[in-house]
Nanobody
Framework: QLVESGGGLVQSGGSLRLSCEASGRTSNINGMGWFRQAPGLDRQFVASLGWNGGGEFYADSVKGRFTISRDNAKNTVYLQMNTLKPEDTAVYYC?????????????????????WGQGTQVTVSS
């Protein structure tokens, strides 16, 4: 089970930190990622990292502004979002890769992810 928190309303240029706590069989997790979905659009990849090592990977649209990190002791992955823009407004989902290795295109392909959180709303006002 994955549970996100930390969403909210923020002004353009502001920051938010999202958290995603994993429970259950966390030993099977190979990677964790964040995706987002804006109204009327498909869900898109934001960032990911390997659960037991493996580099971070970011969408071009957030590179340099967002940072993904993890705390294995807390079974939690974070998404620090800085310099937020109105176009970052979306529902943000965390997800875990368990069937496949955290490699190559599996890192950012939605269908690679097995379990999903319920989502948390992020709204950036201009």
């Amino acid at each position: 089970q994955l549970v996100e928190s930390g969403g909210g309303l923020v002004q353009s240029g502001g920051s938010l930190r999202l958290s995603c706590e994993a429970s259950g069989r966390t030993s099977n997790i190979n990677g964790m990622g964040w995706f987002r979905q804006a109204p009327g659009l498909d869900r898109q990849f934001v960032a990911s990292l390997g659960w037991n090592g493996g580099g971070e990977f970011y969408a071009d649209s957030v590179k340099g502004r967002f940072t993904i990190s993890r705390d294995n002791a807390k079974n939690t992955v974070y998404l620090q979002m800085n310099t937020l823009k109105p176009e970052d407004t979306a529902v943000y989902y965390c997800a875990s890769v368990q069937r496949l290795p955290y490699l190559g295109s599996y890192r950012y392909t939605e269908t690679s992810y097995d379990y999903w959180g319920q989502g948390t709303q992020v709204t950036v006002s201009s």
